[in-house]
Structures are given as structure tokens and as C-alpha cells.
Nanobody
Framework: VQLQASGGGLVQSGGSLKLSCAAS????????MSWYRQAPGKQREWVAEIISGGSTIYADSVKGRFTISKDAAKNTLYLQMNSLKPEDTAVYYC???????????????????WGQGTQVTVSS
């Protein structure tokens, strides 16, 4: 399984970007999908998550500005980022929790996969 993240770039404060993360390979189920980010000199932090049922949760710092969504048919995760601020500047990573087969899924076994990261830079 591989995750390919894309959509990062340079944007002015107040602007918008939409990130994508697509999974490829053979697997049975994507159980949870999330976005993290890591700013220079800081630890990686959780941004948002969407679980298989469709429920979403957000970090307080992005609530109301970011929207996480998925296209299950395409095994793709999105992050629509609006009203961007300079403090949103970071490398954004996607993370998927995947069950490789039906047996693993029924037993609750899953493997965590990370995308390679995509740079988001917000200028003031």
C-alpha cells in the first residue's frame, strides 16, 4: 500500500488550498483517514480525522476553516483549507489505518500508512 499526497503550495493569508491523498495497492478496508502537519521546529500534530462511517473531528486550531472529506470509490482523502493563516504553514501528512483482508478487519487488525507529505506555505 502506498499513499500519495498532493495539492500543497504557496498561498497568501486568507487564501485556500485543497490537499488530496490517494491510496494504491491491494487491501480490504480503509478504517480511518486523517491529516497531520508538522511546522519547522515543531512536533507533528493531528489536524483532522474521518472514520469509515463518515464522522469527522477537527483540531480546535482548524475547526470552521478546514473540511476533511473522502471519496471511498477512489480511496482518496481530501482536506479543503480555507481562510489560511501563516501559522498553518507546515508539511501536511495523510495517515490511513488499513485492514489488509476480511479476516484482519473482523479481528480489528490494521496497519498504519503515512503519505510522503506536501508543503503548505501561507504568506502574510
Amino acid at each position: 500500500v502506498q499513499l500519495q499526497a498532493s495539492g500543497g503550495g504557496l498561498v497568501q493569508s486568507g487564501g485556500s488550498l485543497k490537499l488530496s491523498c490517494a491510496a494504491s495497492g491491494t487491501f480490504f478496508s480503509i478504517n480511518a483517514m486523517s491529516w497531520y502537519r508538522q511546522a519547522p521546529g515543531k512536533q507533528r500534530e493531528w489536524v483532522a480525522e474521518i472514520i469509515s462511517g463518515g464522522s469527522t473531528i477537527y483540531a480546535d486550531s482548524v475547526k470552521g476553516r478546514f473540511t476533511i472529506s473522502k471519496d471511498a470509490a477512489k480511496n482518496t482523502l481530501y482536506l479543503q483549507m480555507n481562510s489560511l493563516k501563516p501559522e498553518d504553514t507546515a508539511v501536511y501528512y495523510c495517515k490511513f489505518a488499513i485492514s489488509s483482508d476480511s479476516g484482519s478487519y473482523e479481528l480489528g487488525y490494521e496497519t498504519t500508512y503515512w503519505g510522503q507529505g506536501t508543503q503548505v506555505t501561507v504568506s502574510s
